[in-house]
């Protein structure tokens, strides 16, 4: 995916300056360990897809209740935790295992690398699904993405 400034807005189609929001669908899982007494929670993502980008928060927030049907979620914005209900059927989801996510979040390009590096300022999970709703993309053969990603969650 090109990654120079040609995206334009998915709802008002203005180009999208070096700070946008865009809706990603990942393959992925949690990973627990443990630090001096405390559980940290690493999210593993296998494999990311861009779906839309947008200028701002206010365009997304546009688009949300659409992609929310489209995914037939009638819960957005799943709680945080290591099995969470489905966001399509509210079968328990174990996040231990791979699963499909649809997160937003808000991206800033940095201009000091030669090509070009998003920062991830604001990420959060909009829908997560069971595999009887989606299964989750096989890992092996699939297209090459910057992965594995590793961060911590917010908690
Ligand atoms: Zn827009
Ligand atoms: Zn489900």
Known sequence: MMNDSGFTC????????DRYHCLDRRTESLVTTEHDGKVITTEHIVNC??????????CWDIHAPTVAAELQVS???PPAGLITPC????NPVNRTAPYISYAISELQDTQTEPY???????DRDFAILC???EAPDATAGAEVVDAPIERETHQ
């Not at 897809?49 to 206010?58: L, P, R, T």
């Not at 966001?87 to 509210?90: A, D, L």
């Not at 070009?116 to 604001?122: E, M, Q």
């Open 131 to 133: 595999k009887n709703c």
């Open 75 to 77: 819960k957005p914005y």
């Open 87 to 90: 966001s399509r059927c509210g």
């Open 10 to 17: 998915a709802i008002c189609g203005t180009p999208v300056s």
């Open 116 to 122: 070009a590096v998003a920062r991830c300022l604001d």
């Open 49 to 58: 897809q861009v779906m839309f980008i947008y200028c701002s928060a206010f």
